[in-house]
């Protein structure tokens, strides 16, 4: 937005609250009032009961995740994703204040309850839990080279099939766990300085994984904001996007037949009715395919050739790629990287190549897949006008994932990069991995004390749980 922008928010502003822009008290809005401002171009948002109207606000420099909140409090989603101090960038949206007596939906016990999990917070920043170890995420950058160097000399040095299958695998952990250092970075987790987590996010993401910064952002902080929720209009962008995979999956009723709107008879098409029928069945192989699927969008965000979904294509369409330059040359420079590798630096038959190509690039999708999916697919889905509080929301949706059925728990520490904390990090998702575990025993016993359910299961038992909701909602 430019200064253009700023113009027209400030002359908005004061034709929404002159009493403000006047120097007298400011104007005050109910709850009501609030939940009418849900779209982009019409948003209000409640920050510790000041109103702000951020319609429009493209400049956001999260992006249009800002948009996730629109009509609702963002109080406890702000504090997880912003630096102290980022407060005072919202200041010249204000509009009014909030009638705390209007939220009627909130009693005695939720209040006291909100402001438990945000003392809860305080003390984690007390104790350090918030600052990184730059030797452990040396070690971890280091450790994925390794892994990196070793499938491509498998490669180069030997020409035993079951070598190169080998490598192809490896190569499919590889981008798995490149996923998990660049989630790391982009969360500033590491750095302080923003810029510093974005540029390791871009080598990680584009160059070493294939995956579009931006994309990535735009896609993953939007399910952090609102996880397994449903949009409260086709209009608005509050809904959660890791979900929105109709027609192949389905994880609620309401959205199995979400695309009955869409048809002229208000009925399902064929299609849809097939694949929602066999879901159960039709996961698995799905997975096998999810990395094909963010490569093409990462591919298509970093050159401008579309956009995954609305609220990106928004995004994309009003503020550009936050580093256009880097994004397109990393994208470029890991396929080069890429088709050297699957090629056997030219020795490899076209057949031969796509075989490797193939099992590295699907492996992956499956392996990453398995672990996020886990985190969330089958727990609990929401309406956006119905949603819970921040803490319930993130950790009703969310499921922890442990050791068991003869996996040790080093191995599912190490396969899920931070994520089998899933409860933990949604609820804090810039504390390093490397401190959830100590956080862990905090947050569960804080759940207990409250009441709130908190789900932990090992891999075995939670793709059972995966799979029998899929089975249900068909």
Not at 194 to 212: A, E, P
């Amino acid at each position: 937005m430019g200064k253009g922008g700023e113009a027209s928010i400030g002359a908005k502003m004061a034709a929404a609250n002159p009493a403000s822009a006047s120097g007298k008290a400011p104007a005050k809005y109910t709850w009501e009032e609030v939940k009418k401002h849900i779209t982009p171009e019409d948003a209000w948002v409640v920050y510790q009961n000041k109103v702000y109207d951020v319609s429009n606000w493209h400049d956001h420099p999260g992006g249009a995740v800002i948009f996730t909140h629109a009509g609702d409090d963002m109080t406890d989603i702000f504090a997880a994703f912003h630096a102290q101090g980022s407060q005072a960038m919202i200041k010249k949206f204000f509009i009014g204040d909030l009638i705390p007596e209007s939220v009627t939906h909130k009693d005695e016990r939720q209040l006291a309850f909100e402001k438990g999990y945000r003392d809860l917070r305080a003390k984690l920043i007390m104790m350090g839990m918030f600052k990184s170890s730059k030797l452990y995420y040396a070690y971890k950058c280091l450790f994925n080279m390794g892994m990196w160097a070793t499938a491509c000399a498998m490669v180069y040095y030997s020409d035993s099939i079951a070598v190169h299958i080998g490598s192809a695998l490896l190569m499919g952990l590889f981008w798995q766990q490149c996923g998990w250092l660049a989630h790391d970075f982009l969360h500033h987790q590491v750095f302080k300085k923003r810029k510093y987590g974005d540029l390791v996010g871009v080598f990680w993401g584009d160059l070493m994984q294939g995956y579009s910064m931006q994309w990535w952002k735009n896609k993953h902080n939007g399910h952090h904001a609102v996880p397994n929720l449903h949009n409260s209009t086709a209009q608005s962008q509050d809904g959660d996007p890791d979900i929105d995979t109709m027609p192949l999956l389905a994880w609620s009723l309401k959205q199995a037949q979400s695309f009955r709107e869409l048809r002229a008879d208000g009925k399902d098409s064929p299609f849809v009715k097939f694949m929602i029928k066999w879901q159960a069945f039709t996961y698995f192989p799905i997975l096998l395919l999810a990395r094909l699927s963010w490569l093409n969008e990462s591919f298509k965000t970093a050159f401008g050739l579309g956009a995954a979904s609305a609220n990106a294509a928004l995004e994309m369409k009003r503020k550009g790629l936050q580093y256009p330059y880097l994004e397109k040359m990393g994208i470029t420079l890991h396929w080069a990287w890429v088709i050297a590798v699957s090629s056997g630096f030219g020795r490899f038959s076209v057949p031969y190549s796509l075989m490797y190509f193939l099992i590295s690039t699907c492996s992956c999708g499956l392996f990453l897949a398995l672990v996020f999916g886990l985190g969330h697919n089958g727990m609990a889905t929401y309406d956006a006008t119905t949603r819970p509080d921040f803490w319930k929301l993130q950790v009703t949706t969310t499921r922890n994932i442990t050791g068991g059925h003869g996996i040790p728990q080093f191995f599912v520490d190490w396969l899920c990069g931070g994520l089998q904390y899933q409860v933990d990090h949604h609820l804090f998702p810039m504390m390093p991995r490397h401190n959830l575990a100590r956080t862990h025993e905090l947050i569960e016993s804080f759940c207990k004390e409250w009441g709130v359910k908190y789900h932990e299961t090992d891999l075995v038992d939670g793709t059972v749980e995966v799979l029998q909701h899929l089975q249900k909602v068909s």
